[in-house]
């Protein structure tokens, strides 16, 4: 018991030690399209937006060739990955764990139990996912009729189904929050620029669904992510 206690620690530490960045030591540019994301694995939110992943080099996979262009995209095809922590020492994470990866200079979150491309970047990221949805059927001519719940010839009978849909969602780059990407969390993204605010909420609430993606980037033109210089 002594023993995974101290490993708890020591993971806790390592995140720590991966994360830390001295913006004060560190030159900081405006992120645009042409900004060089490091490959490796994200442990954390923090390890992203600092631009620091686990370097491919400190993962441990001798069944997988380093050199190919999709090396750690083939990573994450495992349920568990072996790295090297800042110290040397071997350490074993959950795939689930991670917060995602970059391939190839394309970011993937962990969301919904998969990694999903994040296609937008920006203080205000956007991206698509799926996600399993289980549909409760009690507006059926019989879904509230026990036995028939568990008929297999009734087209009915299961209340909760479950279907795949897709989802958007809001990345926050100041507190790495995701959300769904609906009209009342856009308008709590933007109240943090009150002059954009005060605009969006000028319109009308038909023209606001419209251009939701529209006022995201205007506030991303107008308030730039600042990342780590390459």
Request: with cysteine; aromatic share 14%; proline share 5%.
């Amino acid at each position: 018991m002594k023993f995974y206690s101290f490993l708890i620690i020591a993971l806790l530490s390592t995140n720590s030690l991966w994360a830390q960045v001295d913006s004060t030591k560190i030159k900081m540019i405006k992120y645009t399209p042409e900004y060089k994301f490091k490959d490796g694995l994200y442990l954390q939110f923090e390890d992203f937006k600092n631009n620091s992943p686990v370097d491919k080099n400190k993962i441990i996979a001798p069944d997988l060739d380093r050199k190919d262009y999709n090396f750690v995209a083939n990573v994450v095809e495992s349920k568990k990955i072996k790295i090297y922590d800042p110290l040397g020492i071997e350490v074993e994470i959950k795939t689930k764990n991670l917060w995602g990866f970059c391939s190839n200079g394309n970011i993937y979150i962990n969301i919904n139990d998969d990694f999903n491309r994040l296609p937008y970047i920006g203080s205000l990221s956007h991206l698509v996912a799926d996600k399993l949805v289980y549909n409760q059927n009690y507006n059926t001519p019989y879904g509230n009729n026990y036995y028939n719940s568990y008929n297999p010839y009734n087209p009915y009978g299961n209340p909760n189904a479950a279907t795949v849909e897709m989802r958007q969602y809001i990345l926050d780059m100041e507190k790495g929050t995701i959300t769904d990407y609906t009209l009342e969390n856009v308008e709590i993204s933007l109240m943090k620029d009150p002059a954009l605010y005060d605009e969006f909420m000028d319109l009308s609430r038909k023209k606001k669904k419209q251009k939701m993606f529209f006022y995201m980037r205007k506030f991303n033109e107008r308030n730039p992510l600042i990342l780590p210089a390459n």
